[in-house]
């Protein structure tokens, strides 16, 4: 039974390169845990809810603005890894009306090889990878894409704005 259960778990990861930004210039919006209403396309609003801005435990509320024809969606989420050294943090979606059970994401800023030198270190990339329940209406596959898609948009907001 543990074995099907475990199989049931979709895993996914999406990686983008981010020109003209150091891998410091990225982590500063990548750890800013609270502000990713800022940079992520689908969020309109994010607060702290409780815990302390950059330590594990810390929970944030997200929410976006809601249309003619949906609700507002909304999630809150705890940071349960924050390496600033290893440019690393995960976090869980704890209560929500998105439709998640068990989510956990990890997103990472790395270099990328050859943009230490060419261009003055003005070249990273990010990594998003989860580990999430299925979704009601969604496939893997979609929301690998969306993963993808939220990420690309990051990364476009980044290169116009740092």
């Not at 150091?22 to 800013?32: C, I, L, P």
């Not at 992520?40 to 815990?51: L, Q, S």
């Not at 976090?91 to 790395?110: Q, R």
Request: aromatic share 10%; net charge negative.
């Amino acid at each position: 039974m543990e074995q099907e259960t475990t199989a049931l778990k979709w895993e996914g990861k999406q990686t983008v390169q981010v020109n003209g930004v150091t891998v410091e210039q990225a982590w500063s919006v990548v750890s800013d845990f609270c502000n990713v209403h800022k940079w992520f396309p689908t969020i309109d609003t994010c607060h702290r809810v409780e815990g302390t801005d950059g330590e594990t435990g810390l929970v944030r509320y997200c929410a976006s603005n809601k249309t003619k024809d949906e609700e507002t969606k909304w999630a809150k989420e705890r940071l349960v890894e924050m390496d600033p050294v290893g440019r690393c943090l995960s976090y869980e979606v704890l209560e929500n009306n998105v439709g998640f059970g068990s989510y956990v994401a990890t997103v990472k800023v790395v270099p990328v090889n050859g943009g230490d030198e060419s261009d003055g270190g003005k070249v990273c990339g990010i990594e998003w990878s989860f580990v999430s329940d299925p979704v009601d209406g969604w496939t893997k596959e979609n929301l690998e894409s969306y993963v993808g898609f939220c990420l690309q948009h990051m990364a476009d907001k980044m290169e116009m704005n740092l």
